[in-house]
């Protein structure tokens, strides 16, 4: 067996020893529920883990991660996600999580047929589509894969708003943030890109649901 997997078992039990020192009820009062504050929405990269990175604890944030951290409609994963964190947990804020050197946004940007991840990978390429002029205006490629990762996030953080389930939780005045972070990789610090949106005033016309269609 490889050794990583052993390890893993070795490890587990020396983490709950060391919870247990700290407090003798640890897991006993996480058995209890949660309500953790924060939906994270990151990429599935192993080197972006959402917890370590922001210093939380479990029972703090609820993740879903994807390749490219996106926000694709048709998803039923996210979109039950994120309807049990807004709708059940009641999370005060969305987080969506990009990071610089991402694979997923790389991988998008070149013309390489990879396989079945390339219907994913396409709605990158949309995002491309929709802010070529930005882009493409930048030479250095490094510095344009950058840009090209924030994009990517504010871009989600805009589907995020469209959905029905963020929209409805604003209509009913449900206090909820949806905001854009990038990761770096290289040197460990988190970026927040600024376009935290907390209504959708800024939606174009056809995005905005006003109240329920009634048949
Ligand atoms: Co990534």
């Not at 944030?61 to 951290?69: Q, T």
């Not at 871009?155 to 409805?168: G, H």
């Not at 905001?179 to 970026?191: M, P, Q, R, S, T």
Request: glycine share 6%; aromatic share 8%.
């Amino acid at each position: 067996m490889p050794e990583i997997f052993d390890k893993i078992f070795t490890n587990n039990k020396q983490w709950v020893q060391e919870r247990l020192d700290q407090d003798p009820e640890y897991f006993k009062k996480l058995s209890l529920g949660q309500k953790p504050p924060i939906l994270w929405i990151g990429c599935s990269d192993s080197r972006v883990p959402a917890n370590e990175i922001t210093g939380t604890q479990p029972g703090e944030i609820f993740v879903h991660r994807n390749i490219a951290n996106m926000v694709i409609h048709t998803d039923m994963s996210m979109l039950s996600v994120l309807d049990y964190a807004v709708n059940v947990l009641k999370v005060k804020h969305i987080i969506v999580c990009g990071h610089y050197g991402c694979g997923g946004v790389i991988a998008a940007m070149d013309n390489q047929e990879v396989g079945l991840i390339d219907n994913w990978l396409r709605h990158i390429k949309d995002v491309y589509r929709l802010h070529k002029d930005e882009l493409d205006a930048i030479s250095d490629h490094e510095e344009k894969m950058r840009r090209m990762v924030e994009i990517n996030v504010e871009e989600q953080v805009f589907d995020l708003v469209k959905t029905s389930i963020v929209q409805k939780a604003w209509r009913k005045e449900q206090p909820l943030y949806v905001h854009g972070l990038v990761y770096d990789v290289a040197n460990g610090i988190l970026k927040n890109l600024d376009v935290s949106v907390h209504n959708n005033a800024h939606l174009d016309k056809v995005y905005k649901f006003s109240s329920l269609f009634s048949l």
